[in-house]
């Protein structure tokens, strides 16, 4: 298996270094006055956490007034809290958080705070503040004050994720809004962006938290494939944060997750506390297939077919499941098409992702700006992910370009039964799935014409964020 990816490397790190942070902790790395600030909760319920030090934010305020966007009884303010500046939506955290803001602006003002790990561009922030409405309040966090954050909060028995992603000037900014303006309902996004609510002075009456996915199973998936060291941190930190979503469920009114199962998962693990399925959508107008590349029909008629993987590269599951692929299945399929080639897509390579390209017929492509000519030029995308939690959105964008999907049964879960996606586990069944979708070019155009249609038809953005307005109380657009 490939190393984790940054965080969870950054967690095994930190744990090293916990002795030591101990020791700080007791000498005022805790929360000081000035920071004292209010809890949404009850008094049990308090998700505090630990302070460092002050960093830099960017503010936009609002330049468009959606009045004409709001209809009687809808919800005037809406505070949005994300862990990721929400655009451009190039990565599955940031394309739910970046539909949601659309869904949101399209019925009330929202005010969006995000923690950011990249700065993003003056025309990003110019675009995200047009829909906004709102304030925009961007506050950067770089590796150093996250090591230190996740150090601080393991050594006061809370979680590495909460300190991770914590920002004394984005709690001041929260603060602040609470006060000058009378929120009508917030949206969390995360379990990680959860202890923000604590900053607002008055409890808005629709709170509702998007935990996406169950992170403390995804911490327990990283343990169960690991060993050592890294797998008892990995136990400890799943059940801290499996304590700090019991805690924000407390303090909400609706707790929702990207899929049915993911929302079943979290019933049994927290008993007492019902949650709801939000499931993803995919912009069909943006990965509509305007035609079929000729590179790709001559490839495919040559019987030698192209594959393509999409995802940011040094996310734990993506990289090992394509490392997997290049070194299990990958074989198999060069022996029967000794042709095929396979494009690998997604920013931030690991060293073990860009070793891949010296297989043959692998190519590490990276980042691209655009991801759709590679889908069009391809005849099967491939989601070989063995750690997979929630909906992966790579699966629902390749079927919305017309583009057949092999996907182990792990990618799959959360996407209802599609014509086109096909899973499968051992080489023999990948060859197998390879065979039936490209038996001849029209058969594949069809499956790729069906596959189109079915998303089009049943996972529309619009349609599937439906139940967020009725939980956050939104008038009707």
């Known amino acids: 298996m490939s190393s984790p990816d940054p965080y969870s490397q950054r967690l095994a790190v930190v744990g090293m270094k916990n002795a030591v942070v101990s020791r700080q902790a007791k000498f005022g790395c805790g929360v000081t006055q000035g920071d004292e600030v209010r809890a949404v909760g009850k008094k049990e319920d308090s998700v505090l956490v630990a302070a460092s030090r002050p960093i830099d934010s960017v503010s936009a305020t609002p330049s468009v007034e959606p009045e004409a966007l709001w209809h009687e009884g809808a919800v005037r303010n809406c505070l949005l809290i994300t862990q990721r500046f929400p655009y451009p939506p190039d990565r599955g955290d940031r394309i739910r958080s970046y539909q949601m803001l659309r869904f949101l602006s399209r019925r009330s003002r929202v005010w ?18 047009e829909l906004c409405g709102g304030e925009v309040s961007i506050h ?51 379990s990680s962006m959860g202890p923000y609510l604590q900053a607002l002075h008055h409890r808005p009456p629709k709170v509702v938290l998007d935990l996406v996915d169950l992170d403390s199973q995804k911490w327990r998936d990283y343990a169960n494939a690991s060993g050592g060291l890294k797998r008892w941190l990995y136990l400890l930190e799943a059940r ?18 990207v899929s049915q199962q993911e929302a079943e998962l979290f019933q049994h693990h927290h008993n007492g506390h019902s949650a709801d399925a939000l499931c993803n959508g995919v912009d069909t107008e943006y990965f509509a297939p305007e035609a079929i590349a000729p590179d790709h029909v001559a490839a495919h008629r040559r019987g030698q077919p192209q594959f393509v993987f999409v995802g940011v590269l040094n996310y734990q599951p993506n990289a090992s499941g394509i490392i997997w692929f290049c070194r299990t299945i990958w074989p198999a399929i060069r022996h029967l ?13 690991t060293t073990d992702v860009l070793a891949l390209g010296m297989i043959p017929g692998v190519h590490v492509v990276g980042s691209v700006e655009d991801v759709r000519p590679y889908l069009l030029a391809a005849d099967v995308a491939v989601a070989p992910l063995r750690i997979a939690r929630g909906v992966q959105n790579k699966v629902l964008e390749a079927l919305a370009s017309g583009l057949p999907v092999i996907a ?44 189109r249609h079915h998303v089009q038809q049943h996972y529309s953005w619009e349609a599937k964020l439906q139940p967020l307005a009725k939980y956050l109380g939104l008038g009707r657009t």
């Open 337 to 349: 098409w000794p042709a095929a080639q396979l494009d690998i897509v997604g920013r931030s390579p």
């Open 140 to 190: 950067p966090i770089g590796r150093r004050e996250r090591l230190i954050g996740a150090a601080s909060q393991m050594a006061l028995r809370r979680s590495a994720t909460q300190g991770a992603f914590y920002s004394r000037s984005m709690y001041r900014t929260l603060a602040r809004w609470s006060q000058s303006h009378k929120m009508d309902a917030v949206l969390t996004y995360c």
């Open 112 to 129: 969006l705070a995000c923690t950011a790990d990249e700065e993003p561009t003056a025309d990003q922030v110019d675009h995200v503040r």
């Open 240 to 257: 801290r944060v499996h304590q700090l979503e019991q805690r924000l469920a407390g303090a909400s009114d609706h707790v929702v997750l």
């Open 408 to 451: 182990t049964p792990q990618a799959a879960t959360g996407v209802a039964p599609s014509p086109g996606l096909v899973t499968a586990t051992t080489p023999e069944q990948w060859l197998e799935a390879i065979r039936s979708l490209t038996a001849t070019a029209d058969h594949h155009h069809r499956i790729g014409q069906a596959a």
